[in-house]
């Protein structure tokens, strides 16, 4: 019990914290290492944003975890929820207003700040905000998607009405689309 707790203990005191300050010091990113990843294998570090002192967990991603809109003065980021559902965040930095928006699941964000970028964002006519995901290599032995070498996921997200519309595109190495599915 007595190794137990001094090996608590000197995790906690050797918690790893890597950060990563922009945006004139508005955002800091940092990933930590909870104390309590020696008791149990399957928790592992924590992705923490923090914007004008608002701090948000289990944020996605590999640096910074947020990637910001063109043609505005905000950010999107993806946080996962306990409940393995996920909401997308929308920080406006002129405001500080956070619009949250649930879904039930996302394949965007996983990648913001790695070096094989697969995540987008980018603004519409109608002010909507869109997201994409790009995974290009995909493989699947289902019937009729033999071929499959690219899945593009787009999601729109409607800032008014707080809701997400997806759309899922497959297809194969010469870009032609194989199937496609809304939600």
Not at 33 to 60: Q, Y
Not at 81 to 87: A, L, Q
Not at 103 to 131: A, C, P, V
Request: charged letters at 25%; glycine letters at 6%.
């Amino acid at each position: 019990m007595r190794c137990i707790l001094i090996l608590i203990l000197l995790v906690a005191i050797g918690t790893s914290c890597r950060r990563n300050t922009s945006w004139s010091g508005r955002i800091i990113s940092k990933t930590v290492t909870p104390p309590s990843i020696s008791l149990n294998v399957h928790i592992g570090d924590v992705n923490i944003i923090t914007i004008d002192g608002k701090r948000f967990e289990r944020v996605r991603g590999i640096k910074q975890f947020y990637l910001s809109v063109p043609g505005t003065n905000a950010i999107v980021f993806v946080v996962d929820e306990k409940d393995y559902s996920v909401t997308y965040h929308y920080f406006n930095m002129d405001t500080d207003e956070d619009i949250a928006i649930h879904s039930k699941s996302s394949m965007f964000g996983h990648s913001i700040g790695g070096k094989h970028i697969e995540d987008f964002t980018s603004k519409n006519e109608n002010g909507k905000i869109l997201l994409s995901n790009i995974d290009s290599a995909a493989q699947s032995v289902t019937a009729g998607l033999e071929k499959l070498h690219i899945v593009k996921s787009l999601y729109q997200l409607d800032l008014k009405n707080r809701i997400v519309s997806r759309k899922t595109v497959y297809l194969d190495k010469d870009d032609k689309v194989i199937q496609e599915r809304t939600q």
